[in-house]
């Protein structure tokens, strides 16, 4: 037996966990998958790499976390990226200017206030209101006083992960310029409100469309892609812009929606069949029921609440959650991001 | 008739997901089998299967109305596959202290108990070099570069070599002390 060479130190090393089994104290895999790509901070990686330097089964969800950034386009580029073609002396330099000129530029600032420093728990997050609690957002994730349990603050963080690097197509809703879902026919145009491009918690959703002018009657069906496009449900006619299934749709299934109004001159449908469908998916009882425990846990958390709904694909209900948010904190630039998926037309409806 | 492009932008967002799952798919499979034991890799199918069925729930769920990023698929298929191993762990009978030296796949029942001694002396040189050190070396031993070493531990690259190289020669001298030598 040699120790010696390194590999085989490493191999004998990787070895060691072929029985283990986890303890209480492991970290999420999601924090671990963080802290391999650096997406913690350093007080927060190092515990974890000082964990796994004693837990042989979070050693290999690390060396698990290595493996996959190859694949990932995301993690494959940050090794490289972060000094391309810049000297680490030229970082260090940058760094200490920037700490000396805002050190001197923060002392100016307490010098003319005399105001006292509200600590944060992160230097760079940005503090802001979500409901009675406050949450510290910043490039890396969200951190939320009170905390929250590890379950949805694994949710959150994925949710937040999802809005910021997915290149994230929601559909617009009628009426905007260059909005997909509008109906056409005979020159006439109207357009399907909701649901759309979301999945919604009823399994008796409320269908609602835009006023056709001249329209006798509108009648609305649905029908199941996987299916073959059946037609699972039809409404009787009605003069309303509105209309509850009659009866409950099945869970877990997408539906694709569509509007006929009957005109003097003949039918007009929305969306109309060269414009992209409208579909929506009806949540599994579980994550619907999930849901409505955190509304009641997070009753006026609009940020927790938004991103809760976004894990879910509930897109409607998120979007006016974060747009509360926004308008809690109006002047927060990191607010203001979180809304910049829903902004813009549809380019992606499958 | 030309085909609408919401059409094409849509048959094209099918394909990109097909490709990015089936590129995950592999990656996964590809990963559990260089970083498993061999009693996990036995069930690699099963894990890539459940890790990439979560996510493609998780995509189901929107409608395809959102694309989702090479990022978050990776590490969203990656926090079910962690959850599937420490499940299997748990429930996996670990043998008593007499049974560590029963041979799996013909191995040397001696051979096996000196792997065991080795592996725990290892684990116990390790753990008495310095905080600093033992990071550096673990992040080594693990796989990581040089480069890499730095970046995770936030110090220059040549400190990071240091660390390895004399946290390496304290594990080196305590296995030597053990017996353990070339």
């Known amino acids: ?39 913690l901070p350093l007080d927060e990686r190092l515990a974890i790499i000082d964990h796994t ?20 386009a995301g993690g494959r580029a940050w090794w490289t990226r972060r000094h391309a073609g810049v000297p680490e002396w030229a970082l260090a330099a940058a760094a200490a200017l920037l700490l000396v000129v805002g050190g001197a530029f923060a002392l100016h600032l307490w010098q003319r206030t005399n105001d006292p420093v509200i600590p944060t728990p992160r230097a760079t997050a940005a503090a802001l209101k979500d409901g009675k609690g406050r949450v510290f957002l910043n490039a890396k994730g969200v951190e939320s006083l009170p905390a929250l349990p590890q379950e949805d603050r694994r949710r959150i963080e994925s949710a937040l992960l999802a809005l910021r690097l997915a290149a994230s197509r929601i559909s617009t809703e009628p009426g905007v310029p260059g909005g997909a879902l509008m109906g056409t026919g005979g020159g006439e145009r109207f357009g399907v409100v909701a649901p759309v491009g979301t999945a919604v918690e009823s399994d008796r959703p409320t269908f609602r469309w835009q006023p056709l002018k001249g329209a006798r009657g509108y009648r609305v069906f649905v029908s199941e892609p996987a299916a073959g496009y059946r037609e699972v449900r039809e409404s009787p006619e009605t003069q309303a812009t509105t209309w509850n299934a009659s009866e409950p749709l099945a869970r877990g299934h997408t539906y694709v929606w569509q509007v006929v109004a009957r005109t003097r001159t003949g039918e007009v449908k929305a969306p109309a069949p060269d414009e992209p469908e409208a579909r929506f998916n009806v949540l599994e009882q579980e994550r619907a029921d999930a849901l409505a425990q955190a509304r009641e846990r997070y ?3 609009r940020l ?3 991103l809760l709904y976004y894990d879910a694909g509930v897109i409607d209900r998120a979007r006016e959650e974060l747009e509360a948010f926004v308008a809690d904190n109006p002047t927060s630039p990191e607010a203001r991001s979180l809304l910049e998926p829903f902004q813009g037309p549809a380019r992606r409806l499958p | ?66 694309t989702f990023s090479a990022g978050y698929v990776y590490r969203a298929a990656y926090s079910v596959l962690i959850d599937e191993i420490r499940k299997r762990r748990r429930l996996r009978e670990v043998p008593i202290a007499s ?16 792997g065991r001694a080795i592996r725990e002396a290892i684990a116990d040189c390790l753990s008495r070099v310095i905080l600093s050190r033992r990071r550096a070396v673990m992040l080594y031993l693990q796989g990581h570069s040089f480069a890499e070493i730095a970046d995770l531990l936030s110090c220059a690259k040549k400190k990071a070599e240091n660390l390895v190289y004399r946290g390496l020669a304290d594990v080196r001298a305590c296995l030597t002390a053990k017996g353990i030598a070339p």
Not at chain 1, 53 to 72: F, H, K, N, Y
């Open chain 2, 99 to 114: 049974d560590l030296v029963v041979p799996s796949g013909g191995a040397d029942p001696e051979r096996q108990a000196t």
């Open chain 1, 1 to 39: 037996v040699t120790h010696e060479d390194p590999s085989r130190l490493a191999r004998a090393f990787r070895d060691a966990g072929v029985d283990a089994r986890p303890r209480e104290d492991c970290p999420d895999p999601d924090r671990i998958w963080a802290a391999v790509r650096l997406e």
């Open chain 2, 1 to 66: 008739v030309a085909k609408a492009p919401s059409v094409e932008s849509a048959a094209d967002a099918r394909a990109d997901a097909d490709d990015l799952v089936e590129r995950l798919r592999e990656d996964v499979a590809r990963a559990v089998r260089n970083v498993c034991p061999d009693w996990l890799v036995d069930a690699a199918d099963d894990l890539t299967q459940i890790a990439t069925a979560r996510v493609l729930d998780r995509i189901r769920a929107t409608a395809g109305t959102v």
């Open chain 1, 53 to 72: 330097s004693t837990c042989p089964v979070c050693a290999e969800a690390w060396r698990i976390a290595m493996a996959l950034r190859q694949g990932d």
């Open chain 1, 304 to 306: 927790v609440l938004g």
């Open chain 1, 299 to 301: 009753a006026g958390r």
